[in-house]
Nanobody, 122 residues
Framework: VQLQASGGGLVQAGDSLRLSCAAS????????MSWFRQAPGKEREFVGG????????YYGDSVKGRFTISRDSAKNTGYLQMNSLKPDDTAVYYC????????????????WGQGTLVTVSS
């Protein structure tokens, strides 16, 4: 199983960015997929997730209304569309999958991508 996160970069406040999470070794739509982020000196934070099969989405309060999670089953890839980015969104972003459900507890996710850095300048 491998999750490859990509799409990070340096952007300005107010810009948009889309992260991708390409999966291999598993069928992404059969798993609950979530995005987490970790800023320097802070704990890993649940950003949001998309449920298996049905594709219901959930978001953390800090990104609700600005971020959108989706997936493309044909490409076996998940996405995190980030709009109206703020400097506080600066972090390494990780995708992860679990069979437990879309939960905020990182320990419930057995498979993780390597992370992609997003830096938002003011």
């Amino acid at each position: 199983v491998q999750l490859q996160a990509s799409g990070g970069g340096l952007v300005q406040a107010g810009d948009s960015l889309r992260l991708s999470c390409a999966a291999s070794g598993l069928t992404l739509s059969n798993w609950h997929m979530s995005w987490f982020r970790q800023a320097p000196g802070k704990e890993r934070e649940f950003v949001g997730g998309i449920s298996r099969i049905v594709g219901r989405t959930y978001y953390g309060d800090s990104v609700k209304g600005r971020f959108t999670i989706s997936r493309d089953s044909a490409k076996n890839t998940g996405y995190l569309q980030m709009n109206s980015l703020k400097p506080d969104d600066t972090a390494v972003y990780y995708c992860a999958v679990t069979m437990t459900g879309v939960v905020a507890a990182a320990i419930e996710y057995p498979y993780w991508g390597q992370g992609t850095l997003v830096t938002v300048s003011s």
